[in-house]
C-alpha cells in the first residue's frame, strides 16, 4: 500500500509537505502542490481517514517557544528553523510568549496538547532547575542562550548559543582600542541571571583587563526590557544626569538603536560625539544612520544547529550538547578612533 512516505520520496518533497497537502493546508508552494498532486494522480492513491488520523496521534511536530514578542533578532532563527525541519520531515508548532512569561510553563502545555517529540526553546533564563524543567518531558534546546546559572545536568539537554560574556568582552575591547576610556553601558539588568548579566560581566573584564576602572554612573539600566523604546527612555534619562563618557556599549543592536536617537535628541552626534558598539547584527541595524558596528550572531546558524541537536537526541543518533558558535565583527560607521581627528 502507498504512504506518505512513498509520495514524498516520489514527487520529492518533505513528509509534512505531502501531509499539508492533503490537509489541503494554504503554507505549501504551488509547484510542491502540484509535484504532490501528480504524484497522487498517477498512482491512484486514496487517503485512509484512520491513517491520518493516526499520523496525527503519532504527531511529527517540534514545538518552538519564543520567548520575547515580536523580537526581530528571532527572524532569521525562526526560518533556519522552520527549514530544517521541514527538511527532515517534522511539522513546526510555534508559540510566541511575553517576555515576562514562563516559557518552561509554554512549553510543558504545548507538549500535552501538541503531541510533541521535542521543543526548542528560542530566548529563555539563564538559571534553570532540575525540577523546574521535569515538567518538560521530550528532548528540548535551548536556542541563543545556555544554562549559565542554573543547575541542569548537561547530559540532560542541548544548547546552541554564543558566548555572551566573551562578545561583550570583544565589543568593549574595540572601543578601548579605538582610543576610548570613558565608555558607558547600557543594560537591562546587572543581576538578572542572563545575558544582560553575562554581558555586562563581559564590559567588566574588558575595562578591568584594560586597566579602567569601573564607574557606575557610567552603567545604564532599562530595568529588565530589551526593547527600543525602554533604550530609549533609559538613555534619554541618563544624558539628563551626566555626558561624561565618549563611547557606549549597548548590550543588544535593538538597545543600541533607542540610544542612539536618544543621543541625537540630546545634541550628540554619532559617532563624532559618542562611539556606538553593540552585539546581535540584527538586519535594521545595517540599515539606520549611520550603520551600526555590531558583532553579529550567526542566526542561520543557531536555528540550523538546533534542529541538528535536537533530532539527533529524538532519533537517536546521539546525546545532548552545549554549542557555543562564534560572533562575526561588523565595522559599520558608529565607532570612531579619538586620535583620528
Do not use: W
Request: charge should be negative; proline fraction near 3%.
Amino acid at each position: 500500500m502507498l504512504t506518505i512516505k512513498d509520495i514524498a520520496r516520489l514527487s520529492g518533497v518533505s513528509v509534512s509537505t505531502v501531509s499539508r497537502v492533503l490537509n489541503d493546508r494554504p503554507d505549501v508552494s504551488e509547484e510542491s502542490r502540484r509535484r504532490v498532486r501528480a504524484v497522487i494522480e498517477d498512482q491512484h492513491y486514496i487517503p485512509n481517514n484512520t491513517a491520518r488520523d493516526l499520523v496525527r496521534i503519532r504527531s511529527e511536530a517540534i514545538g518552538l517557544v519564543v520567548r520575547g514578542v515580536q523580537n526581530p533578532f528571532y527572524t532569521d532563527i525562526i526560518h533556519a528553523i522552520e527549514r530544517a525541519l521541514d527538511t527532515a520531515g517534522y511539522t513546526m508548532v510555534m508559540r510566541q510568549i511575553g517576555f515576562s512569561d514562563d516559557e518552561i510553563e509554554a512549553g510543558a502545555v504545548m507538549q500535552r496538547e501538541k503531541r510533541l517529540r521535542g521543543i526548542i526553546f528560542l530566548g529563555g533564563r539563564s538559571d534553570y532547575t532540575p525540577d523546574e524543567l521535569a515538567r518538560v518531558t521530550v528532548p528540548f534546546v535551548f536556542c541563543s542562550y545556555t544554562n549559565s546559572y542554573g543547575t541542569l545536568d548537561p547530559k540532560r539537554y542541548s544548547s546552541v548559543s554564543i558566548c555572551d560574556e566573551g562578545a561583550a568582552f570583544d565589543a568593549v575591547s574595540k572601543l578601548v582600542e579605538s582610543g576610548h576610556t570613558r565608555v558607558a553601558a547600557l543594560i537591562a539588568d546587572a543581576d538578572d541571571s542572563s545575558i544582560s548579566q553575562l554581558r555586562y560581566q563581559g564590559y567588566c573584564r574588558a575595562l578591568r583587563e584594560h586597566g579602567i576602572p569601573l564607574r557606575d554612573e557610567l552603567v545604564f539600566s532599562t530595568d529588565d526590557s530589551f526593547a527600543i523604546e525602554d533604550a530609549y527612555r533609559a538613555m534619554g534619562a541618563a544624558l539628563s544626569r551626566t555626558g561624561d563618557f565618549t563611547a557606549l556599549f549597548a548590550i543588544a543592536d535593538d538597545m543600541a538603536i533607542g540610544a542612539m536617537r536618544a543621543l541625537r535628541e540630546h545634541g550628540r552626534s554619532v559617532p563624532e560625539d559618542c562611539s556606538v558598539i553593540a552585539i546581535d547584527g540584527i538586519a535594521v541595524s545595517e540599515y539606520i544612520h549611520p550603520m551600526l558596528t555590531t558583532l553579529c550572531q550567526p542566526k542561520t546558524e543557531l536555528g540550523a544547529k538546533s534542529v541538528e541537536l535536537l533530532l539527533d537526541v529524538i532519533e537517536g543518533r546521539g546525546g545532548h550538547e552545549q554549542v557555543t558558535l562564534p560572533t562575526v565583527f561588523r565595522a559599520g560607521a558608529s565607532v570612531r578612533r579619538l586620535n583620528a581627528l
